[in-house]
């Protein structure tokens, strides 16, 4: 029996103490210093006293920010969190998955030194524990920013347990009843279960228990090409596991865009990725050891064996349980609480934010929604959702970064662009690191210079989008970045090639007549 046998399928583990206590496996050294900081074995609740001013339920991202925002300007905060202080992010997500990438990026650049004309003495070597051990090692340093004694000494009482409402105005946690003048809901959402026939039986991974493994799959089956599902994908195969990656859509990540997902697809390809596109799980079953997946393909039948499947079809909100109704707080199970455009629900003084509320489930658009939250419930502010320029991206080797609309996205809404791409191989410093992979396409509103949308795929395109989410954001047009003088040699000067080949489209006939006449005249 393998260890990663062992550790699939563990739900959070809650004892019966007054808030229940948590683990997190591997429960080493690193990992017991994480739950010391977001879920302390011997913490004690706080006792509410009077009305506070904002109850904040989860302790993700989202409430995390509106609780110390909050706080910190002098509001009287309670925050409750029934698992770990820092939510999905710091636990499950990024901050995990991130320290995986950098692991296998480093084994990508020793595969392909050679044609940098430098060779390793042989075959590079992972070393599983020890890239997992580096991974837990760093999360437990970040901790402490997220740690239910540094909350506490901002100022808020934090609860540790299960948050619930019991009216329009009061919720209770470890039976202790908190009343409030206003609310957040920050429970965030999970991996979503697939409906296939065997799989919960034969046993699988997600976000929660992946990051538990002490032993590589051999074999991974991944269902869902979604940014989880390839970002791990790709982790996983530059790991040494046989990774096949199912999914249902003609394309891999199929909300971007289309040619970026063909780049991301051959990447994967070269990394040993078996890509299953148009294909369907009908259903999964266990034989001795080996999970045997019956796969539908365009109507062909498949079978796959593998040692693990890891599953990321989406998210499912986390609305359960929480007396929503009781509290007139309306809610969808699939797309989560019901909330207007300010971020408040159906209940006027309960807010939401994060991944509970929002298509766009990211870290930093629930950082912005909170900053949002806390302006519209605590001090009459307006801010609306609608009006933030949103900018996210998948670490996959390239990266696809992406802010406002691509091509099918503005077709879909009727918006008439022009569209400026430039390849990565036109970029000098692309070119001599070895990176010419990719591309950047920049949609402006046809005939006009306001830009709506990016997609860049590089390298360290996560870190270079930036530029064109502050020239959305500020209204700047792509033209103007021209001006702006950008280090040479940089990958990020790809975004002043394409301003200046937007300029070039301006210059049209007789533009170009007029100035030769002029350049003529003063000859
Ligand atoms: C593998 C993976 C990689 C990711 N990588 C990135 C990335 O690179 N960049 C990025 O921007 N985003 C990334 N994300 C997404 C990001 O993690 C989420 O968008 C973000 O964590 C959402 O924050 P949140 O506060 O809305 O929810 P969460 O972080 O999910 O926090 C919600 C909290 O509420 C608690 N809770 C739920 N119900 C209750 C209750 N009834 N009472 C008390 N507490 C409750 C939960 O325990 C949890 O701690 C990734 C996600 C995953 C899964």
Redesign the pocket.
Known sequence: MTNHAETEHVPPQVDGSAHGSVTVAPMDEYNTALVSHTHPPDWVNPVPSGRYNLVV???????LVVAAGAAGLGAKVAL??????????LN???VP??ALIRSTKAMAEIRDASALGVQATGPAQVDFGKVMQRMRRLRSSIAPHDSAVRFRDLGIDVFLG???FTGSDTAEVAGMALRFARAVI????RAAAPPIPGLAEAGYLT?ETVFSLTELPSRLAVIGAGP?GC??AQVFARLGAKVHLIESEKQIMPREDADAAKIVEASLKRDGVTIVCGGKAARVSCDGQEKVISLDCNGAAHELRVDAILVGVGRSP?VE??GLETAGVEFDKRTGIKVNDFLQTTNKRIYA????CFPY??????DAMARIVIGNALFFGRSRTSRLVIP?AT?TDPEVAQVGLNEREAAERGVAIDTIRVDMNRVDRAILDGEEEGFLKVHVKKGKDTIVGATLVARRGGDTISEITLAMSKGIGLGKIASVIHPYPTQAEVIKRAADAYNRTRLTPFVKKLLSKLLAWRR
């Open positions: 339920i989860g302790a993700g991202t989202a409430g409750v969190e029934r698992h770990l202080l820092g939510g999905d992010c499950y997500g990024c998955s991130k299960e948050g619930k920050a429970t965030g959402a976000n989880i970002e791990l986390n349980g929480m934010a994060g991944d509970v489930k990211f870290t930093h658009t629930a996210w670490y």
